[in-house]
């Protein structure tokens, strides 16, 4: 309900609010109090962190230094913010999500599964002898997974897991390389902004 409703995406997120709701009433925190804190908690820094949404028409093209740096000096405008009177209902943005800290197959799922809208995600890195089946496996057949760009680099053996994992179940056509991270951002971008913006005003990428 609306005591509950909160920024932050994800089911995972929204059992750990109702944890701590429960437990803030278990301590006979008043209602209000516990709702204010819930409706201005907005995360926390690298899980799935927003950190900057441009307009495809009108916003400046991203660079990597951008979106590494959390405090922008335009705040991002918060998703359940009400469009401004006069705005054209066929725009849409191109949002950057921060999710670094989900350096697990699980983790990376869970963000997938936070959203709904056409997403390209930016992954791999060094392995932590973990299995990708699954993960490949989800990036292949989720519909709203349009592209992962991949950082190819000879240490980054995740990042070959990963591929082989996507090419298993027949996602190879999805699957971008790039060399560095500063790369990653301007094809993750370009990519984008080619999305269907249609039925939602968002194409984020994690």
């Given at each position: 309900?609306?005591?509950?409703?909160?920024?932050?995406?994800?089911?995972?997120?929204?059992?750990?609010?109702?944890?701590?709701?429960?437990?803030?009433?278990?301590?006979?925190?008043?209602?209000?109090?516990?709702?204010?804190?819930?409706?201005?908690?907005k995360?926390?820094?690298?899980?799935?962190?927003?950190?900057?949404?441009?307009?495809?028409?009108?916003?400046?093209?991203?660079?990597?230094?951008?979106?590494?740096?959390?405090?922008?000096?335009?705040?991002?405008?918060?998703?359940?913010?009400?469009a401004?009177?006069?705005?054209?209902?066929?725009?849409f943005?191109?949002?950057?999500?921060?999710?670094?800290?989900?350096?697990?197959?699980?983790?990376?799922?869970a963000?997938?599964?936070?959203?709904?809208?056409?997403?390209?995600?930016?992954?791999?890195?060094?392995?932590?002898?973990?299995?990708?089946?699954?993960?490949?496996?989800?990036?292949?057949?989720?519909?709203?997974?349009?592209?992962?760009?991949?950082?190819?680099?000879?240490?980054?053996?995740?990042?070959?897991?990963?591929?082989?994992?996507?090419?298993?179940?027949?996602?190879?056509?999805?699957?971008?390389?790039?060399?560095?991270?500063?790369?990653?951002?301007?094809?993750?971008?370009?990519?984008?902004?080619?999305?269907p913006?249609?039925?939602?005003?968002?194409?984020?990428?994690?």
């Amino acid at each position: 309900g609306e005591l509950l409703s909160t920024p932050l995406r994800g089911a995972h997120n929204a059992s750990n609010v109702l944890a701590a709701a429960t437990l803030a009433n278990e301590l006979k925190i008043p209602p209000v109090i516990i709702q204010k804190a819930i409706h201005s908690f907005k995360g926390i820094p690298n899980r799935l962190e927003l950190i900057a949404a441009y307009s495809v028409n009108r916003g400046p093209r991203p660079r990597s230094g951008d979106v590494a740096i959390p405090s922008l000096s335009k705040k991002p405008r918060d998703r359940h913010a009400p469009a401004k009177a006069g705005a054209r209902d066929d725009t849409f943005r191109v949002a950057f999500y921060n999710d670094t800290a989900a350096t697990t197959p699980d983790a990376c799922l869970a963000a997938l599964n936070s959203f709904q809208e056409p997403l390209v995600l930016i992954a791999g890195g060094q392995d932590k002898k973990l299995n990708y089946t699954k993960l490949g496996q989800a990036i292949a057949s989720m519909e709203h997974v349009k592209q992962i760009v991949l950082l190819s680099h000879p240490a980054y053996d995740a990042s070959r897991k990963i591929l082989k994992a996507v090419k298993k179940y027949g996602g190879a056509k999805k699957v971008t390389l790039a060399l560095s991270m500063e790369e990653a951002v301007e094809q993750s971008y370009e990519l984008a902004k080619t999305l269907p913006p249609k039925p939602y005003p968002l194409n984020p990428i994690i």
